[in-house]
């Protein structure tokens, strides 16, 4: 992390909140997040004095090349992304209230109804010139005229940009989730839960949608289901076989970029955080991730709210 050399402006080193929201929406990683945000500022300190003084709005300017930064890995992205083993889910962020935690990028960003993994994943279809000015417009209110600088199009193109990517997520018919959870969301997390670890094959199905699907992402690195997982009654007979394979784990409650979600450990370490859409009184998607890179920010749960369950490894 960039320190503050003597005499920087806090308006300069305030930014870095504000640009890690970005870049996290925009890229659905965290890890790929701070390493945008760090060039961004390394990019800043690179200029002299003069040069700085020189810009009129150093938070404009900085939200600019972060913008630009994030719109050129997107497009790599993509590439990568294609080689990747089996599914790819974006990064799942903690709640800072429920984890002991340090200074870590996740620490910075805000849980609110963009961040929700439905919505995240609806982000992942998009083009990455789509994905850069639905964010900026439609999440952080940029205006066209400044999304033009940074995506290198006109603001007309921008808005036509902007308005497709509106059409996918109304497609998807995965609008944004409520910024806050509801304690039905959270009963309905624990019911699955509980008939989980009580092994209720029956159960389980009434929780689950009879379309509902899980994605699981491993990256290659450990083994899970490389296939999503589709129907209510498959879902949980994968469930029930893994749990009678690998009992033993803690299986906690946590929130899960911002709604009621459910963490696997063992011997105090996270092994797999699983993220859910609910619709009602059902469970809609299941986004697993185990791939061990997107989960360093899962550490330190707090003790007092900890509960015993099945191994949550297999989700």
């Given amino acids: 992390m960039s320190t503050q050399p003597e005499g920087e402006p806090d308006a300069v080193v305030g930014e870095r909140r504000h640009l890690t929201n970005l870049a996290y929406r925009l890229l659905g990683s965290l890890a790929e997040a701070e390493d945008a945000v760090q060039e ?24 600019t090349v972060a913008g630009r930064i994030c719109l050129d890995v997107l497009g790599s992205a993509r590439a990568r992304r294609e080689r990747y083993v089996g599914a790819w889910v974006p990064e799942p962020l903690p709640d800072r209230a429920e984890w002991a935690g340090g200074d870590d990028p996740a620490d910075r960003i805000t849980l609110d109804e963009s961040v929700s993994m439905a919505f995240l994943v609806v982000l992942e279809s998009m ?81 689950l949608d009879p379309d509902a699907a899980m994605v699981s992402d491993g990256g290659g690195l450990v083994g899970t289901v490389l296939h999503p997982v589709e129907g209510a009654e498959q879902i949980a007979a994968y469930l029930i076989h893994i749990a009678d394979r690998a009992p033993g784990l803690r299986l906690l409650e946590r929130t899960v970029n911002g709604l009621p979600g459910l963490v696997a450990q ?47 490894a297999i989700l």
């Fill in 40 to 63: 961004t500022y390394t990019r800043w300190y690179a200029m002299s004095r003069r040069e700085q003084a020189a810009i009129a709005s150093p938070g404009a300017w900085l939200t």
């Fill in 127 to 207: 083009t990455p010139a789509e994905r850069v000015a639905f964010v900026l417009h439609d999440v952080f209110r940029y205006p066209f005229a400044e999304i033009a600088e940074i995506i290198g199009r006109t603001p007309a193109a921008c808005r036509q940009l902007a308005t497709s990517a509106r059409r996918r997520v109304s497609a998807a018919r995965a609008p944004a989730a409520p910024s806050a959870p509801s304690p039905g969301q959270a009963g309905l997390v624990r019911h699955f839960k509980e008939a989980w670890e009580a092994r209720d094959i029956e159960a389980l199905v009434g929780l």
């Fill in 266 to 312: 063992h011997t105090g370490v996270t092994v797999t955080v699983a993220a859910f859409e609910l619709d009602g009184e059902r469970v809609t998607r299941i986004w697993a991730v185990r791939n061990p890179e997107k989960l360093r920010a899962w550490t330190g749960s707090r003790p007092d709210r900890a509960r015993t369950g099945p191994d949550g």
